[in-house]
């Protein structure tokens, strides 16, 4: 189970402490960095100033770190998140290729990586738990909104409820072009370069990330998707939400170590 500070952002009796300590959102993962680099300024902000196709689970495993610590950490330890990220998103910025501006510390920017992390649990929960109810899911929502604001994210930007957030995910899937800097990039989530792991061994998790890719977005990748693919996926969703229930909290709430080293 997550460790929960006694003055967490979130604390035990929260939709997200009982959410995010499920082992199962690691496959959300390769999705949400998907999501992510299609925004043409993240993609061209993580090929400008990172590492990301020598390691590309390094950015999720940061995040997740983050996310956690201001989540579910003392007070004084998500501000020392915060500020650390603050100061590494002050000095990421450049241009598109056509000349526009980009910034990490852009608030659109930074709510667009948090939407994604947001709607991949969510999304992760219906196919592969179906625990949360209508309330919960709204609920969970509602407290990942105290997050946004951690960022500095104007409550303006921020959709008021989740209707609101599906209907501006939505609407994004629809209009982002995804570039050819993210489709470069992709590569290195979906067929991660890993001493002595062969290239099959990726392919149940890549079928899995590409079922969930809105339409739109698996489109913009190039990413191929059928029918007989999409049985084999819901054949596993059935599987997993059948036997989940009857694992131990062990094998279902890894962990913090674990989590981090399986997430890259």
Do not use: C
């Amino acid at each position: 189970m997550t460790r929960i500070a006694p003055d967490a952002m979130f604390g035990p009796d929260t939709v997200s402490a009982s959410v995010i300590s499920e082992s199962v959102l690691l496959l959300g993962g390769p999705r949400a960095l998907l999501l992510q680099l299609a925004h043409p300024k993240v993609a061209a902000g993580v090929d400008d100033y990172s590492d990301f196709e020598a390691d590309p689970f390094g950015r999720l495993r940061r995040t997740l770190d983050a996310m956690e610590t201001i989540s579910f950490g003392t007070r004084d330890e998500a501000a020392g998140v915060l500020a650390r990220l603050g100061r590494v998103h002050d000095a990421v910025a450049g241009e598109l290729p056509g000349g526009e501006a980009y910034a990490a510390n852009d608030p659109a920017l930074l709510f667009w990586v948090h939407a994604t992390l947001v709607d991949t649990v969510l999304e992760v929960e219906r196919r592969y738990l179906g625990r949360l109810d209508g309330d919960e899911r709204a609920a969970f929502y509602d407290e990942s909104r105290r997050l946004a604001a951690a960022f500095g994210v104007p409550d303006d930007l921020v959709p008021p409820d989740l209707p609101a957030f599906e209907a501006w995910m939505d609407e994004l899937f629809h209009s982002l072009e995804v570039s050819d800097v993210a489709r470069r990039l992709s590569r290195s989530i979906l067929w991660p370069r890993i001493p002595l792991v062969p290239r099959p061994f990726w392919e149940p998790l890549r079928m899995v990330t590409v079922d969930m890719l809105p339409r739109p977005i698996r489109e913009g990748y190039g990413l191929a998707w059928d029918g007989r693919r999409k049985r084999v996926v819901r054949s596993s969703q059935a599987v997993v939400r059948a036997v989940l229930p009857r694992l131990p909290d062990l094998v279902r709430n890894f962990p913090h170590h674990a989590r981090r080293a399986l997430a890259g």
